[in-house]
């Protein structure tokens, strides 16, 4: 069953250094999200992406993070300057609808440690 | 908006017996509701989701859930549970009349299964 694939699975920064994460979403997938959870907490909802723009983003998504698809393949969530509370395991989604209704693949996750 | 109330954080079962994780939500306009489930070192992987029509669903694993309007809950039953089951199990929520956001997610509640 094709999956979605997050790089690395675990990366370690400095606060104040950039950050990128990558992910591969399911390949006739055209509806993309970037989730995240604390430790102890809930996933909660960063930023959807469709035909090269955000759908919709919440108040997490500020100007420390972007989203980009730069080739045909990839999907990548950056932060600009990470900070401590920026540390949490980042799941990459897809779904080849935008219906709610669909359900969403999500990959493994990244988690990103801040120091 | 939507919220999901997973009051339990951790459930302790013996194996072979029965097991409800409980989901409540709140929403002003109707919903979409799904369990995801985490494995240890692994993505969120779809359990059941209930769109319409008969309220109890049957999902992969051996679970189900039921939708109860009135309540306003989802609780996720398996009638027998396996050492395997342990992990984090997750319910979510979409606005059916859709949005690009994506799920509303609970905290989890973490299984363990106990031999």
């Known amino acids: 069953e094709p999956e979605v694939t997050q790089t690395p699975s675990h990366q370690v920064t400095q606060m104040g250094q950039e950050v990128i994460l990558r992910c591969v979403p399911i390949?006739?997938?055209?509806?993309f999200y970037w989730y995240r959870q604390i430790l102890g907490q809930k996933v909660e909802f960063l930023v959807s992406f469709y035909n090269n723009e955000i759908s919709e983003k919440s108040e997490i998504f500020d100007d420390q993070f972007s989203v980009e698809r730069p080739d045909g393949s990839n999907f990548t969530l950056k932060i600009r300057s990470t900070k401590l509370e920026d540390s949490a395991m980042y799941f990459c989604?897809?779904?080849?609808?935008?219906?709610?209704?669909?359900?969403?693949?999500f990959g493994n996750g990244t988690r990103l440690t801040v120091t | 908006a939507q919220s999901v109330t997973q009051l339990d954080s951790q459930v302790p079962v013996f194996e072979e017996a029965p097991v409800e994780l409980r989901c409540n939500y709140s929403s002003s306009v109707s919903v979409y509701l799904f369990w995801y489930v985490q494995y240890p070192n692994q993505g969120l992987q779809l359990l059941l989701k209930?769109?319409?029509?008969?309220?109890l669903v049957k999902g992969i694993n051996g679970f189900e859930a039921e939708f109860n309007k009135s309540q306003t809950s989802f609780h996720l039953r398996k009638p027998s549970v396996h050492i395997s089951d342990t992990a984090e199990y997750f319910c979510a929520v979409s606005a059916s009349g859709g949005g690009a956001d994506g799920l509303t997610f609970g905290k989890g509640t973490h299984l363990i299964i106990q031999p």
């Open positions: 989604a897809s779904s080849n609808s935008p219906n709610s209704y669909s359900p969403l693949h």
């Open positions: 390949s006739n997938h055209l509806y």
């Open positions: 209930y769109l319409s029509g008969s309220t």
